[in-house]
């Protein structure tokens, strides 16, 4: 035994779970100096009108403790935001909350309406903190497969998986990895579905102003038997491109709030306050939201163009700023293998979409983010021609 003693022996917590794959992937492009089209983040900057936001609220002081639930003046400006775009009001001071991203918002609502033995159902492929939540909060994590190859929900088998046991279901539209949306049709199915049970549903909506073709969001706020039911969770990270900065809100009626916010009381307490009065005062102005569609859909457009010159088979990408692509016609490696070659020899990284399962499945696919300088694609897309 060292002489400092002995860490006891622990049990894990999460005993499947290593590093998630958008740390290992960015951190073998960094070793391989590699394009990083991995990890879901701009490498741009953003509005400078922001920064002075920011700059100016640290100046004049805001630089204790913001109020638990979130500063007052950014909760009513996304009250009034989701009721211009999405029809439903909710009440800034019992119905918005504040959170350190949409990732901590996730967990905190799941920790807060999930005891131990509740069922918790999961569409499959789902982001990477889904099930480790759900495990957390002693729930059992049902998983649904999202309908092969078109990545459409499968309302016959989500019937099939609702249980008396079934407490939540998490809804990601637009969807990460598949940059598939959730059509009104879809949400009118969830609703009836939904409508005899107790179910709640946390509706991830961080890609809400990345839908392209002039589709709409369908925004859970938009439907009020579902609302009614639900966490509506967005970040500011993925709309004004500045996700470092860690911070996102969750819209829910006031009972589902209330437990919430005992959650989040004791686990972030609350969001850096200058940061929620830049926030505050940007987003008064609502064209950065409403042209960021535009913005990233010519991206997308360019990066899709330039994949048809390459061997890789584009997916649809109507939301997110997501592409897949299939590479089955080229190798019959799995998908984290393509990754890893990928980036240390052809020099890009991408997300092996076998990451985004349960139970990993092989459909040869990989995931890109085109939340990138028009350069930083050009050079992936001349390397991946190399492919
Ligand atoms: N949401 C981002 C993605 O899917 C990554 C977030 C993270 O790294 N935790 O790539």
Sequence with gaps: MSPAGRTPALSSRLPQVGLTIF???SALAQQHGAVNLGQGFPDFGCDARLLDAV????RSGHNQYAPMAGVMALREGIAEKIA??????YD???EITITAGATQAILTAVMAVVQPGDEVILL????DSYAPNVALAGGIAVHVPLTPGSFAPDFDRIAQALSPRTRLIIVNTPHNPSGTVWSAADMQRLTELLRPTEVLVIGDEVYEHMVYDGVPHQSIARWPELAARSFVGSSFGKTYH???WKVGYVAAPAALTAEFRKVHQFNVFAVNTPVQHGLAAYLRDPQPHLRLAAFYQRKRDLFAEGLRSTRLLLLPSVGTYFQCADYSGLTDEDDTAFCERLTREIGVAAIPMSAF??????QGLIRFCFAKEEATLNLALERLRLL
Excluded at 55 to 58: F, G, K, R, S
Aim: glycine share 6%; proline share 10%.
């Design 55 to 58: 700059n100016q609220a640290m």
């Design 242 to 244: 500045v996700t470092g």
């Design 23 to 25: 740390s290992v992937m």
């Design 92 to 94: 800034p001071e019992r």
């Design 84 to 89: 211009t775009l999405y029809g439903r009001h």
């Design 124 to 127: 499959d492929p789902c982001f």
């Design 357 to 362: 399962y349960a139970t990993p499945v092989q």
